[in-house]
Nanobody, 116 residues
Framework: QVQLVESGGGLVQPGGSLRLSCAAS????????MSWYRQAPGNERELVAY????????KYVDSVKGRFTISRDNAKKTMYLQMNSPKPEDTAVYYC?????????WGQGTQVSVSS
């Protein structure tokens, strides 16, 4: 079965850096695009970044462009989100996502808190 396990969250100061990881199993990782989403308290879950199956195409929500970088290592079946210069408004639970046969799969999420 599909499993997505996020890690790397925590408390980070504004202007610092943090790298999230998503370890995938149970499906052929290298043929599926992947995404990072986030959800802050009281808000809907929003798409943060997208990466194609090859890693050659990436897309970002405007609020993180130039600060966050999505990447993947198909050999390790792992996706990453490098968060540079985070802001307090980036505080949220971050989820990795894969859509397979019209079904969305989610990890359990990892909390990121940006505060001084």
């Amino acid at each position: 079965q599909v499993q997505l396990v996020e890690s790397g969250g925590g408390l980070v100061q504004p202007g610092g850096s943090l790298r999230l990881s998503c370890a995938a199993s149970g499906f052929t990782f290298n043929i599926y695009p992947m995404s990072w989403y986030r959800q802050a308290p009281g808000n809907e879950r929003e798409l943060v970044a997208y990466i194609s199956s090859s890693g050659l195409v990436t897309k970002y929500v405007d609020s993180v462009k130039g600060r966050f970088t999505i990447s993947r290592d198909n050999a390790k079946k792992t996706m990453y989100l490098q968060m540079n210069s985070p802001k307090p408004e980036d505080t949220a639970v971050y989820y990795c996502n894969v859509k397979r046969s019209d079904v969305n799969y989610w990890g359990q999420g990892t909390q990121v808190s940006v505060s001084s």
